[in-house]
T-cell receptor
């Protein structure tokens, strides 16, 4: 079956612009996670959705970052007033829903802020 | 607070030799431990996990890992390395037991298998 997909695969934007990154989880997975991976680092947790609600957004770095999952499937990570420090690979993962389930990751979106 | 340490930035091994990639962790609750592999320009691929039960966990592509509670370690091993195993390996832990899986990752270990 289809895995987690993310679009776009690459996004180049200018400082100060707004961007949206999309994640399509595996069908039927109720849990969805966003992570950010900076160069040379491991992924860092941003936000977790169970169904439509953001159950934990403690990893979002500041209020320029926001994510939604309005129908409990596709999720969009939104970044306002982008800064050069936002440049990273943004990874999405989904799992069936319990805390022992495996998270399956998408290929990521590489964001470059010029 | 949770943390994961991968003390080696890179591990070099000859094809056919056994390999070990080290991981130690620190958590406040019971640890759930994971290994993922990342190939260039690809997302993370799941290899194996320890949740409970047998300390020796077997996973994909012939990899295995041993959970050692006293040493707080979860080293990844393979009896005979392949050149195609060359990639970036990440250890991750969830130990807050909050009801969902807030993974904390190590910084990664690059495995280079030479022919």
């Amino acid at each position: 079956g289809a895995g987690v997909s993310q679009t776009p695969s690459n996004k180049v934007t200018e400082k100060g612009k707004y961007v949206e990154l999309r994640c399509d989880p595996i069908s039927g997975h109720t849990a969805l996670y966003w992570y950010r991976q900076s160069l040379g680092q491991g992924p860092e947790f941003l936000i977790y959705f169970q169904g439509t609600g953001a159950a934990d957004d403690s990893g979002l770095p500041n209020d320029r970052f926001f994510a939604v999952r309005p129908e409990g499937s596709v999720s969009t990570l939104k970044i306002q007033r982008t800064e050069r420090g936002d440049s990273a690979v943004y990874l999405c993962a989904s799992s069936p829903g319990t805390n022992t389930d495996t998270q399956y990751f998408g290929p990521g979106t590489r964001l470059t802020v010029l | 607070a949770q943390s994961v340490a991968q003390p080696e930035d890179q591990v070099n091994v000859a094809e056919g030799n056994p390999l070990t990639v080290k991981c130690t962790y620190s958590v406040s609750g019971n640890p759930y431990l994971f290994w993922y592999v990342q190939y260039p320009n690809r997302g993370l691929q799941f290899l194996l996990k320890y949740i409970t039960g047998d300390n020796l966990v077997k996973g994909s592509y012939g990899f295995e890992a041993e959970f050692n509670k006293s040493q707080t370690s979860f080293h990844l091993k393979k009896p005979s390395a392949l050149v195609s195993d060359s990639a970036l390996y990440f250890c991750a832990v969830e130990g807050m037991n909050t009801g969902f899986q807030k993974l904390v990752f190590g910084t990664g270990t690059r495995l280079l298998v030479s022919p």
